[in-house]
């Protein structure tokens, strides 16, 4: 009886220090509630299907108040529902482009709802909660209001060198500057570095730091039209985190298609904000395949991801980025002239082996790549994109990509086409 006890101590601690279910470090994916006003529960499985097949453990549910989206409290009843079935664990990300610190009261309420759920995401022995934006929040208010009901703020911080001495009761911190950025949406040329991960592991000494993860960013609305320079990032990002070994890593994002960094399925019952425009037909199903390793990896604290089978994933534009489009009146995205045209191809082999790429009317080329995860690039051509693996002379993998790059267009879009073999 008493080593039965002590067992379930243990495992009570575990879930409530905030690792992994599998005592290691929780990896979490920024989920757009915004989008989803008609998901039932079992939409809601899908997906959390979907992330815990690579390893994710659970979803920042991104939410504006119901001032603003009158479904917000039905969806996040949903998914936390979805998540008590499947084991799967939720935290409250409030999205502060339209909550205010004058929400207090409605923010403790929601924490208040849920922290006691079986699916509420911890950390340190606290209800996970997080933001986008809202750096003048005061959690000191909302943590006196909950009482016994303990949260971990680890709120989104715009400058980081805030955190040197924070009053506002956070406990940690997480970023969103996840491409190459001056700060803001600046645009600068890639690859994208460390530089601002750095500086929030700088000034929070102790605290945790959850670093941002995210392959992509393209967006062309009238409010927003740019495109970050991301290029190699879905596996460069991924080697950074395996050295920088952060406490928490959230994906930017799961689904969010309207800026082009979503890793989910298509989501057939999600509201279309504009970006079908550049999102449908352009499937990123390919990006979870390579984040898996990645992912064990982190939670095991190697330095390399371990491959168990031979694999191929492979991205590009729709066409060469000085194309000018016939029929758009937004115009060019911002950032644009920064991009190289060029297709990615990223194998995962378990033995060294031969990559074959003929790219449009470009000739074939053929490039060696060692065991494990790479990432080599080859210069774009027009037309039909053609991928084979090699080894020992024997063809292992072979395909075409299912879109072809063209030298034409009516909109502009810098959105990745994603597939693998």
């Not at 509630?33 to 453990?57: L, P, R, S």
């Not at 191929?312 to 194309?323: E, G, K, S």
């Not at 037309?383 to 030298?407: C, W």
Request: proline share 5%; glycine share 8%.
């Amino acid at each position: 009886m008493i080593n039965a006890l002590a067992t379930l101590a243990g495992l009570l601690s575990l879930a409530t220090t905030g690792v992994a279910q599998n005592g290691t470090k929780p990896v979490y994916a920024h989920f757009m509630v915004g989008i989803v006003e008609n998901f039932t529960v079992e939409d809601w499985k899908t997906d959390i299907e979907q992330a815990q097949g690579i390893g994710i453990d659970g979803f920042a549910l991104n939410c504006a108040p119901p001032r603003i989206d009158d479904y917000t409290p039905k969806q996040l009843a949903n998914a936390y529902a979805a998540a008590e079935e499947l084991d799967f664990k939720m935290f409250i990300s409030f999205d502060f482009a339209y909550w205010s610190t004058g929400d207090t009261e409605l923010i403790v309420d929601f924490l208040a709802n849920y922290s006691s759920s079986p699916a509420q995401a911890y950390y340190d022995g606290g209800a996970l909660v997080s933001t986008f934006v809202g750096d003048s929040m005061d959690w000191n208010a909302v943590k006196d209001a909950l009482g016994d009901q303990k949260i971990t703020a680890i709120p989104m911080i715009q400058d980081p060198g805030s955190l040197a001495n924070p009053t506002t009761g956070l406990d940690g911190a997480f970023s969103w500057y996840a491409w190459p950025t001056d700060g803001g949406n600046s645009v600068i040329e890639g690859p994208m570095t460390t530089v601002w991960d750095d500086k929030f592991l700088e000034n929070l000494g102790e605290m945790p730091y959850m670093a941002p993860v995210s392959p992509w960013f393209f967006t062309h609305f009238n409010t927003k039209n740019w495109v970050f320079i991301c290029e190699e990032q879905p596996t460069h990002r991924w080697e950074q985190m395996l050295k920088m070994k952060p406490e928490l890593i959230e994906i930017i994002s799961w689904n969010d298609f309207g800026e082009s960094h979503y890793i989910s399925g298509d989501q057939p019952n999600h509201s279309d904000d504009g970006s079908s425009a550049w999102a449908d037909g352009f499937p990123h199903d390919a990006w979870r395949t390579l984040m898996k390793p990645y992912i064990a990896a982190y939670k095991m604290g190697a330095e390399n991801p371990q491959v168990d089978e031979d694999q191929l994933v492979y991205w590009y534009r729709p066409t060469p980025w000085n194309v000018e489009c016939s029929n758009d009146t937004l115009g060019a995205p911002r950032g644009r002239e920064l991009l190289d045209d060029v297709v990615f191809v990223s194998t995962l082999l378990t033995e060294a082996a031969e990559l074959t790429v003929t790219s449009g009317g470009q000739d074939p080329v053929t490039v060696a790549v060692e065991a494990g995860i790479h990432t080599s690039n080859f210069t774009m051509g027009v037309g039909v994109q053609k991928f084979s693996v090699s080894r020992g002379g024997t063809e292992i993998l072979s395909g075409e990509g299912e879109m072809e790059i063209s030298d034409k267009c009516e909109s502009y879009n810098y959105n990745a086409y994603v597939g693998s073999l």
